[in-house]
């Protein structure tokens, strides 16, 4: 996984990446902030807008992106970050996750069902966390990063996120 | 649980939605560069707007008797340029003598940061284009503008390139070259001066020749074709008329120039020059060796240049003598309240009819040019000094009856609005 971030970052040289670069970004970073926004909010159509609304943010500020500031995926996570935030802070009412089970999901195979009731599961059991401990979960396990790549993002140490991630999922286990 | 279960709860994005954002971000860049390239257009305006906005500013008129730095020239031959200014970027291009002009304007403003006129002209009006643009720096606060000499065809060319402001020719622009103009997209304006002429005259006592342009170039060339074999040339033996021609009588060949040397060349000796057909195609396929040809005058005694008040004293002494004259000198009246030459000197020596603006505009006196002057209709929207140029070129004092065109020998036309060729 680290050496596939790192390929990644490599190829996100953006300002000298070409269309092409773009494509191989988005096809990359497509599922990671999709499934990230996934483990962050209840409905799915919430999810597709608010991935669109991060890609294309993104994609509109890529000419201003510095990459001596900071490295894309933590750029990117970024905007996904204060999109996902601004979007529940504006949803009074919400609970995250919880109304995964109401989701007029399209018909899917009989796995997507398992998986989906498990989401439900999670979800029911991730509301109770702090905000932290949820938003790193969705880091892990939804956007697929590593450790180190979630340290910068939250403003941890890589030891830390480790850490608080070992014992948050223990804690979920223990629920289950 | 653990990581490998909570990892296998990731899913793929469903494929359409991946589909139609990622449609969506290519038309969001595509947009972008269309936004770019037009904000850069905009800015491209927007800048050039400020630059003609300070240009405009910086041409306020100051009060002031500072008037353009002047720059003396030396003629090499009759028909080359002045010695070009440094400040040219045309081999061609000379500055204009401030002392070109006979009047001078009150200059009244100081020089402003201008965008000099460029204007061609071709040698035979040369000094008509001289003295126009020079009355143009004498009013003190325009750019110095850039005179360059080029032959009429080369000089429209030029025109519909977009590479001038003005030119000045001795004909009309041709259709094709309107056609040109039109491709490239230059809208011209064309205004008629008038014409330029030349008199060969003679003392009330001669009798006339009826002179074609051919016979003043045999009589008058340093060299002409050889009679047994034209196609060489040999230095010019001619001593009479009679050697030029049977039909005349022996009288000997003997004419004073008072005119301009490249308005006699161009008017009476270059169109009997081109009469030899192998020396017109050198025109076109070796100039040099065709000017070497057709503007060389014979140094001998036979030609002269004269000045033109000792002309009657001059056709006094020798009924057979020959005068050239501009026909503004022929016709006009003098100070001293004199006959004009016109009536003092009644006989003609050029075969056709006798000079007047009618003849001349009908085509049929044969050693009178036209002079057009064609301008970029869009530069004068734009360029004040362009402007102003082209009013003077229907004011009184150019082309009226005492103007300073006229005086340099312009025949006038009825003064009339420039119009769309």
Known sequence: MAAKEAVAERSLNLPSTGAAGWDALYADHLPRIYNYLRLRLATEADVEDLTARTFEKAWAARARYRRDLAGFTTWLYRIAHNVCIDYLRSQRAHVPLDAAAQIAAEPTPETDEERHSDLTRLAALTSSLPDRERELIALKYGAGLSNRAIAPLVGLSESNVGTILHRTVQALRSQW | ?421
Not at chain 2, 67 to 74: G, R
Not at chain 2, 99 to 127: C, H, K, W, Y
């Open chain 2, 1 to 421: 649980m653990n990581d490998q279960f909570l990892h296998a709860l990731r899913r793929e994005p469903p494929p359409q939605f991946a589909r139609e954002l990622k449609r969506r971000l290519d038309r969001q860049a595509r947009q972008r560069v269309r936004a770019s390239i037009a904000r850069t257009i905009l800015g491209m305006v927007l800048i050039g707007g400020i630059a003609m906005a300070a240009l405009l500013l910086r041409e306020r008129p100051e009060r002031s008797g500072v008037a353009a730095s002047v720059t003396h020239t030396v003629a090499r031959s009759p028909f080359a340029p002045s010695v070009p200014s440094a400040a040219s970027s045309n081999a061609n291009s000379v500055e204009v003598p401030q002392n070109s002009t006979p009047s001078q304007p009150e200059a009244t403003e100081s020089v402003g940061g201008d965008i000099p006129v460029a204007f061609i002209t071709s040698p035979l009006p040369r000094p008509l284009a001289q003295a126009l643009v020079g009355r143009l720096t004498q009013y003190g606060y325009f750019a110095q503008p850039r005179l360059t000499s080029m032959e009429d065809d080369e000089a429209l060319r030029t025109l519909c390139a977009g590479n001038t402001d003005f030119v000045m020719v001795s004909r009309s622009i041709a259709r094709e070259e309107r056609a040109l103009c039109d491709k490239w997209g230059i809208g011209i304006m064309e205004w008629k001066l008038g014409y330029q002429a030349v008199v060969l005259a003679a003392g009330p006592a001669a009798k006339p020749l009826s002179l074609t342009p051919r016979d003043v170039f045999l009589a008058l060339a340093e060299r002409i074709p050889d009679p047994a074999r034209p196609q060489r040339l040999i230095d010019n033996p001619n001593v009479t008329w009679h050697d030029v021609d049977a039909r005349f009588d022996d009288r000997e060949i003997e004419v004073a120039n008072s005119a301009s040397i490249v308005a006699f060349l161009q008017l009476a000796v270059e169109p009997g020059c081109e009469s030899f057909p192998w020396i017109r195609s050198l025109k076109s396929t070796d100039r040099p060796r065709y000017e070497d040809i057709c503007r060389r005058l014979r140094t001998d005694d036979r030609y002269r240049s004269f000045d033109l008040d000792l002309v009657r004293y001059w056709l006094r002494s020798e009924a057979s003598r020959i005068v050239v004259l501009d026909y503004q000198a022929y016709a006009a009246k003098s100070a001293t309240r004199e006959l004009p030459l016109a009536q003092r000197l009644p006989v003609t020596m050029l075969d056709g009819p006798a000079p007047t603006l009618a003849t001349m505009t009908d085509g049929t006196y044969p050693a009178a040019r036209p002079v057009y002057v064609y301008a970029q209709r869009s530069h004068l929207d734009w360029n004040r000094a362009a402007r102003k140029l082209a009013d003077d070129l229907t004011d009184p004092d150019a082309v009226g009856p005492e103007g300073y065109l006229v005086r340099l020998g312009l025949v006038p036309v009825a003064l009339r609005e420039s119009r769309q060729p």
